[in-house]
């Protein structure tokens, strides 16, 4: 069964976090992606990426090509935007990554975290279609 990768217009395979985690890593092999391409993945405007990076949630891109990290931060505020504010998505990542323009500041790199939520989510949603399961057949 497929499902939308969170925060990607991507399909991939329900419950193979690992599967997605390798379709996204392999989008920067060729060292990075152009605002075009993020827009077109994510299915966000160029110009909100562009927006985001002049407002400080994250650095700019090297050579106009973001890296994987990068990505991943904008797919978790994409991701998070429908059930949060900025100011609070904004809030929450600082508390995890301190300044938001600076990646040397970071606990934790943004692909990692981003990767171990698909794993989580994976996870939940076996959960969730076990428990629909287990219920008709109640």
């Known amino acids: 069964m497929e499902w939308m990768i969170p925060g990607t217009v991507i399909p991939a395979r329900r ?32 110009h909100a990426v562009q927006n985001w990076v002049k407002r400080g949630f994250l650095s700019p891109p090297i050579g106009k090509r973001y890296t994987c990290r990068q990505f ?34 970071d606990s934790i790199d943004d692909s990692q975290l981003y990767f171990a939520f698909l794993h989580v989510a994976a996870n939940l949603r076996d959960l969730a279609t076990d428990q629909m399961a287990l219920k008709q057949a109640i």
Do not use: H, W
């Open 72 to 105: 991943c931060r904008i797919v978790i505020i994409n991701m998070l935007k429908s059930v949060l504010t900025m100011e609070k998505i904004c809030a929450l990542l600082s508390y995890v990554n301190g300044k938001l323009d600076v990646e040397s500041d």
């Open 15 to 46: 419950g193979d976090p690992d599967a997605a985690q390798a379709q996204i890593t392999s989008m920067f092999l060729a060292g990075g992606m152009v605002r075009s391409q993020v827009a077109t993945v994510t299915g966000l405007e160029a």
